[in-house]
């Protein structure tokens, strides 16, 4: 149960963090391609490469996770189905440890 409570206030905390430092999903767009070293516009179109899809993990999670924003929106935003945003969430958790992304856009 503490350990519930406590993920809840880090969730609720890094979502305050966000709207304080004027966080959008295009504006996680930018730093996560920066992060990733691709083109912005490379997260909306269909490319299955490493850095592509690196850089799409760490958008849906920080969007979800962060801004809180529902899976379903994100799935129309970035044409993928229910499944494989649920999949993007979890690698982009992990990545977002690799790249300190939470560091980059401000909320750890």
């Known amino acids: ?4 409570l406590k993920a809840a206030e880090m969730t609720e905390r890094q979502q305050r963090a966000s709207v304080q430092n004027g966080l959008t999903i295009e504006k ?5 391609a920066q992060a990733t070293g691709i083109d912005p516009a490379s997260i909306l ?4 490469s490493r850095p592509v899809a690196e850089a799409r993990a760490l958008v849906v ?8 924003r529902r ?5 129309r935003l970035l044409a993928m189905s229910s499944g494989s945003i649920s999949e993007a969430r979890q690698r982009g958790h992990a990545l ?7 560091e980059t856009i401000g909320v750890a």
């Open 1 to 4: 149960m503490e350990k519930i």
């Open 28 to 32: 996680l767009q930018t730093l996560a």
């Open 45 to 48: 179109i269909r490319d299955r």
């Open 61 to 68: 999670y920080a969007a979800t996770d962060v801004l809180g």
């Open 71 to 75: 899976s379903a929106e994100l799935a």
């Open 96 to 102: 977002a440890t690799k790249y300190r992304f939470l």
